[in-house]
């Protein structure tokens, strides 16, 4: 049981590249979600999926996308990038019941994402 | 804002004393709330959820909630060195599907 895998672990762009942080999970779990991390500071909401198809913005979308087409992949798409997203990155998941709508987060291993 | 406050650290502790972490949360709906441990440069773990008033315990673990005082507390018994860490609290937002997280405490436990 994998849980939640991201990919790359480690990248370095320049300013105005674009890429793709890759997130799956294979805990059929209906919630994902992005969160980046800036050192001394919590974790910042990017954007979260409740189910395939659906999808909206967190605390800090701006300059991300995301798209969830199958309940396993969240993929995280960075536009322009741009110093001020220089950051580690983590995709998460829970599950969700009609009781509660969180039992805890299984997070991924983390992108450290540098742009120069 | 809704935010979630927890006083950054360090704290250190003696191996084998009780190490107490405090968090205090804004949202009066929230209903679930959570610890996380992060060791440096790894991804956080979920190491305890609670979701009523009072006492949880797991282990050497205990998460103490008091929703009238905003208040969410962890001890950790029997401190051991390899409990240095970042320990991360977070609150669901009252009725949402987001959780909030705060800063972190950092607990050093000296052997």
């Known amino acids: 049981n994998a849980g939640v895998t991201q990919t790359p672990k480690f990248r370095i762009l320049k300013i105005g590249q674009s890429m793709t942080l890759q997130c799956t999970q294979d805990?059929?779990?209906?919630?994902m979600y992005w969160y980046r991390q800036d050192p001394g500071m919590g974790l910042k909401l990017i954007y979260y999926s409740v189910g395939a198809g659906i999808t909206d913005k967190g605390e800090v979308p701006n300059g991300y996308n995301v798209s969830r087409s199958t309940t396993e992949d969240f993929p995280l798409r960075l536009e322009l990038a741009a110093p001020s997203q220089t950051s580690v990155y983590f995709c998460?998941?829970?599950?969700?019941?009609?009781?509660?709508?969180?039992?805890?987060?299984?997070f991924g291993s983390g992108t450290r994402l540098t742009v120069v | 804002q809704k935010e979630v406050e927890q006083n950054s650290g360090p704290l250190s502790v003696p191996e084998g004393a009780i190490a107490s972490l405090n968090c205090t949360y804004s949202?009066?709906?929230?209903?679930?709330f959570f610890w996380y441990r992060q060791y440096s440069g790894k991804s956080p773990e979920l190491i305890m959820s609670i979701y009523s008033n009072g006492d949880k315990e797991d282990g050497r673990f205990t998460a103490q909630l008091n929703k009238a005082s905003q208040y969410v507390s962890l001890l950790i018994r029997d401190s051991q060195p390899s409990d240095s860490a970042t320990y991360l609290c977070?609150?669901?937002?009252?009725?949402?599907?987001?959780?909030?997280f705060g800063a972190g405490t950092r607990l050093f436990v000296k052997a």
């Open positions: 998460a998941s829970s599950y969700s019941s009609v009781g509660r709508s969180n039992y805890g987060y299984t």
């Open positions: 977070a609150v669901n937002e009252g009725g949402g599907f987001k959780t909030i």
């Open positions: 949202d009066r709906g929230s209903q679930s």
């Open positions: 805990m059929n779990h209906n919630y």
